[in-house]
């Protein structure tokens, strides 16, 4: 079985509702900002992304929500599915680099039937 | 295939022994990527090779821990000496070339990873 739930956030949805992922990056001079969905036993998957000149973006079933005040992204999923089951992880990248990604903690996302 | 390819997927070692890891990126990717997740963690980065610049080395624990980039393309991490400590999955991610202004991307695509467990 899986033990990542012992060290990441983890956040119970039932399947159909809305999901709300929350990531607080460090960096005030980041300027891209990217969202990965990492299922069991797979590598990150690209989810979306968003530059610091917007404050929300919408893909597929998915919104990120950016506020440079707090230095707070968002990430939300609406009509939450089994398929959404992962650990999903906030990266910016910003004035430091223009290639290292810094990459949060992660945050297991589980969907109660 | 059209993605990145990491071998093997599964690698179970005794203390001691070296490894070596394999990445193939996405053809007409430049940039590279090491990264290791340890169980239940975050990615923590370990090295970058863009083009025929010098890596950037700078996250690799130890000594112990090297990368090549033969080709431009083909990437190998190698382990000397593995430890029990050394047991995680290790990332291979392929980008195009860097950001080089606001306007750009840095969206990385990335393999299955290798699981190594080092008894």
């Known amino acids: 079985g899986e033990s990542v739930g012992l060290h990441l956030p983890t956040l119970s949805v039932q399947e159909g509702d809305n999901s709300i992922i929350n990531c607080a990056y460090s960096n005030s001079a980041s300027d891209y900002f990217i969202w990965y969905k990492q299922e069991s036993g797979k590598g990150p998957q690209f989810i979306i992304d968003?530059?610091?000149n917007m404050d929300k973006r919408q893909g597929q079933r998915v919104t990120v929500l950016l506020n440079k005040t707090v230095k707070h992204l968002s990430l939300q999923i609406a009509a939450t599915q089994p398929g959404d089951s992962a650990v999903y992880f906030c990266a910016e990248n910003g004035a430091d680099s223009n290639y290292q990604l810094i990459w949060g903690a992660g945050t297991k996302l589980i969907i109660k039937p | 295939g059209a993605g990145v390819s990491q071998s093997p997927s599964n690698k179970v070692t005794e203390k001691g022994k070296d490894v070596e890891l394999r990445c193939d990126p996405i053809s007409g990717h430049t940039a590279l990527y090491w990264y290791r997740q340890s169980l239940g963690q975050g990615l923590e980065f370990l090295i970058y090779?863009?083009?025929?610049?010098?890596?950037?080395k700078s996250g690799l624990p130890s000594d112990r821990f090297s990368a090549e980039r033969t080709g431009g393309s083909v990437s190998t991490l190698t382990i000397q000496r593995t430890q029990q400590e050394d047991s995680a999955v290790y990332l291979c991610?392929?980008?195009?070339?860097?950001?080089?202004?606001?306007?750009?991307?840095?969206?990385?695509?990335f393999g299955a990873g290798t699981r190594l467990s080092v008894l």
């Open positions: 090779f863009q083009g025929n610049s010098a890596p950037d």
């Open positions: 968003i530059r610091s």
């Open positions: 991610a392929s980008s195009l070339v860097p950001r080089t202004s606001g306007l750009a991307k840095n969206i990385q695509y």
